[in-house]
């Protein structure tokens, strides 16, 4: 069964950063990738980042790329999302997903098959 836990969001004022982890467990497959997703009420869930296990590659949402960057620690099994020079409009629940395919785009959240609880980012004065 795999499992995906979410840690590290909060409040935190415009121009401030915060780093997301999601912990994995529980992978059959040794081709992976991991995804960042964001979403705010009313609105479908939006994809951020992805990496790859085979290789590392990462890719963003053209509307992030320089401001936000995904990374991996393999012997902790964490992916991690560094946020930098947040905005008000980031604010949303932030969630990483996992599928036994590599990405080539952050893509939609339906090409993903296992979801983490999510996590609040709040940014705000």
């Known amino acids: 069964q795999v499992q995906l836990v979410e840690s590290g969001g909060g409040l935190v004022q415009p121009g401030g950063s915060l780093r997301l982890s999601c912990t994995a467990s529980?992978?059959?497959?040794?081709?992976?990738?991991i995804g960042w997703f964001r979403q705010v009420p009313g609105k479908e869930r939006e994809g951020v980042s992805c990496i790859n296990s085979s290789d590392g590659s990462t890719y963003y949402a053209d509307s992030l790329k320089g401001r936000f960057t995904i990374s991996r620690d393999n012997a902790k099994n964490t992916v991690y999302l560094q946020m930098n020079s947040l905005k008000p409009e980031d604010t949303a629940v932030y969630y990483c997903?996992?599928?036994?395919?590599?990405?080539?785009?952050?893509?939609?959240?339906?090409?993903?098959?296992?979801w983490g609880q999510g996590t609040q980012v709040t940014v705000s004065s």
């Open positions: 529980g992978f059959t497959s040794d081709y992976y990738t």
């Open positions: 997903a996992t599928r036994p395919r590599n990405c080539h785009r952050p893509g939609y959240y339906t090409e993903y098959d296992w």
